[in-house]
């Protein structure tokens, strides 16, 4: 089955303590983005990869590290998370087909931190 | 400025009518693409229609059509023949460029609340 995955779906942790969410997709797909959901804001784009070891920032990058070592794997770092960074996060694979444009999504992953 | 503008915060719809949801884009590329996502209230985003710049007809998905203004630049989502598991979110999204060198973003409006009543 064709799937974005994310772990942990749910965290609640304190401020400053270093966390990693991961993310993988099964399907091959060059391109994955993170995005954080905050009420009222909709979605914005923390960070997206267009390939392996190619990254690049979104519209709201500062806090967040990632990396792109291999190509099904995405993970979102918060090498210090702030209360600010309590949020919904998303992560997401992308293909270009002749049918169009398409997008996945992973399940998401509710962090509050504290 | 906003790149996609969603004007309805909130909607109710009583069951079995059709439902049209509102959404203005503003860019000044040719190509782009145009997406509407629906998120039920368990949380997952659930990718439900693609419209191209350059498609010349409207999208259809089952229950779902994109009626494609592209003069007006709006991209109104279409439900026909609502049922109540169509109550969710409702986001209208962006991807500016051809998506060709696949960095192209892709910019989420804010989201319109759908209810559907019994």
């Known amino acids: 089955e064709a799937q974005v995955t994310q772990n942990p779906r749910y965290l609640i942790t304190v401020t400053g303590k270093k966390l990693t969410v991961t993310c993988s997709q099964n399907m091959n797909h060059e391109y994955m983005s993170w995005y954080r959901q905050d009420p009222g804001l909709g979605l914005r784009q923390i960070y997206y990869s267009m390939n392996v070891e190619v990254t690049d920032k979104g519209d709201v990058p500062e806090g967040y590290k990632v990396s792109r070592k291999e190509k099904r794997n995405f993970p979102l770092i918060l090498e210090s998370p702030s209360p600010n960074q309590t949020s919904l996060y998303f992560c997401a694979s992308r293909v270009m087909a002749q049918s169009g444009d398409t997008q996945y999504f992973g399940p998401g992953t509710r962090l509050t931190v504290l | 400025a906003q790149k996609i503008t969603q004007t309805q915060p909130g909607m109710f719809v009583q069951e079995k009518e059709a439902v049209t949801l509102d959404c203005t884009y503003d860019?000044?590329?040719?190509?782009?693409?145009l997406f509407w996502y629906k998120q039920p209230s368990s949380g997952e985003m659930i990718f439900l229609i693609y419209q191209g710049s350059y498609d010349e007809q409207n999208a259809t998905e089952g229950r779902y059509s994109l009626n494609f203004q592209k003069a007006r630049k709006s991209a109104n989502l279409v439900i026909s023949a609502s049922q109540l598991g169509d109550s969710a979110m409702y986001f209208c999204?962006?991807?500016?460029?051809?998506?060709?060198?696949?960095?192209?973003?892709?910019?989420f409006g804010k989201g319109t609340r759908l209810h559907i009543l019994p």
């Open positions: 860019t000044s590329d040719q190509s782009y693409g």
């Open positions: 999204a962006m991807r500016e460029g051809r998506g060709v060198n696949r960095d192209d973003k892709i910019i």
